[in-house]
């Protein structure tokens, strides 16, 4: 599998994961369904009497304050988005539908290895349409106090992704690669959410983090990692920051040709950093592969994808 494929893919049959929703601490399924060229990735909640599609795109998250959340959290909202989000875009899949039963996605493990797994079992099956790939042309930046982040003309894809913590357990840790699917998935995919005991206490005094756990959570306390595994890797704290950068970023609509960097972001910085780059039109393109022709540019408040999920008049 290489990083630019000349045509879309979707998955190669149909698969049902379950679990439970970390905040609520509720089970949770989805079913991600293949889906022909040009849908992107949509969630739709199952739960409901009118089923409606959410796609999964920069200008439909609601929150980023403990996770990203996609549409209306009090109607068809889909929460904890980005660990899925973040294998899909790793490993090269451009559409899939994802039916979900309830408002959040199943935690898992807290990383994206079970995705990864599955999508591996699964397979993958390429469309009869080139990929389209959005092209950052100029840097765009935004900044937060003292954190900041940037994404950058690239040949390829690249994430420099930079944490700073007080505890020593952290402290400063830097991420840097290009991402392949390889690399997502060796480097990256297992690599889980973490959090400070005193703030999980806090979170489950306020009805969130009910289901967090050792099993799906890397839990600090003291200056010490809980966990009696320990981590996966010395820095599994700044790999995990990537992944959520990989899964937040591919709400772009389409995946990017740059680099993203970041210094203390989150998914809010994450998402401010789509936000910034919609806003001038001029600071990128989307092209076609394999010849990376151009087919047209978004304005501002239009969809980073519209050209791939519009009809196909090509």
Request: hydrophobic share 40%.
């Amino acid at each position: 599998m290489t990083t630019h494929v000349d045509r879309q893919t979707t998955l190669a049959e149909q698969v049902t994961l379950t679990g439970i929703g970390v905040h609520s601490g509720k089970p949770a399924s989805i079913t991600l369904v293949p889906a022909d060229a040009g849908v992107g990735i949509v969630f739709m909640r199952t739960d409901q009497d009118s089923a409606a599609e959410v796609p999964a795109l920069w200008d439909k998250v609601s929150a980023t304050a403990l996770c990203t959340v996609l549409g209306d959290p009090t109607k068809d909202g889909i929460a904890t988005v980005e660990h899925l989000m973040a294998a899909l875009f790793g490993m090269g899949i451009d559409n899939v539908i994802v039916e979900i039963d309830g408002p959040e996605m199943p935690i898992m493990d807290g990383s994206s290895s079970v995705f990864v797994e599955t999508i591996e079992q699964v397979g993958l099956k390429k469309l009869d349409r080139g990929r389209r790939y959005l092209k950052i042309k100029k840097s765009v930046r935004v900044d937060n106090g003292g954190a900041w982040c940037e994404l950058h003309p690239h040949e390829g894809t690249k994430f420099d992704i930079t944490i700073d913590f007080e505890t020593p357990v952290i402290g400063r840790q830097q991420y840097v690669s290009e991402m392949t699917p390889e690399v997502f998935r060796d480097d990256l995919s297992r690599a889980r959410t973490f959090g400070n005991v005193k703030d999980v206490e806090q979170l489950w005094k306020m009805g969130f983090a009910l289901g967090s756990s050792l099993e799906n959570s890397v839990a600090i306390s003291d200056d010490k990692v809980l966990n009696p595994e320990g981590t996966r890797w010395p820095d599994e704290f700044a790999r995990h920051k990537a992944l959520d950068a990989v899964g937040d970023l591919a709400l772009a609509g389409l995946p990017f040709l740059g680099m993203y960097r970041s210094y203390k972001g989150g998914h809010k910085m994450n998402h401010s950093i789509l936000v910034k780059l919609f806003e001038d039109p001029s600071a990128f393109e989307i092209v076609e592969a394999p010849a990376f022709r151009q087919v047209g540019q978004v304005g501002k408040g239009g969809l980073a994808a519209a050209a791939a999920f519009g009809p196909d008049v090509s």
